[in-house]
């Protein structure tokens, strides 16, 4: 598994946008809400597997899982 993005190169490009104030705890709470939006793929992506009597989570699950799970993360 790939290590988490290092909080340098995620403020530097949080702060790519000028026209945006950035509080000084944000790229923590990104990096948050990520690991949260993986985590809820992953139960959602195995739940899909285990309907579909699979022992494994293929790539059909995640992107028939995915699809739901953007429209509601959307806002």
Same mark, same amino acid.
């Given at each position: 598994m790939l290590g988490k993005?290092?909080?340098?190169?995620?403020? #530097?490009?949080? *702060?790519?946008?000028?026209?945006?104030?950035i509080g000084t705890n944000a790229d923590l709470m990104v990096q948050l809400n990520v690991l949260m939006f993986l985590h809820r793929l992953a139960e959602e #992506?195995?739940? *899909?597997?285990?309907?579909?009597?699979?022992?494994?989570?293929?790539?059909?699950?995640i992107k028939a899982v995915s699809k739901k799970l953007?429209?509601?993360?959307?806002g």
């Open positions: 993005a290092r909080r340098k190169d995620l403020k #530097s490009l949080m *702060k790519k946008k000028p026209h945006f104030r #992506s195995r739940a *899909k597997a285990f309907e579909n009597k699979s022992a494994t989570i293929k790539s059909q699950h953007l429209k509601g993360a959307r």
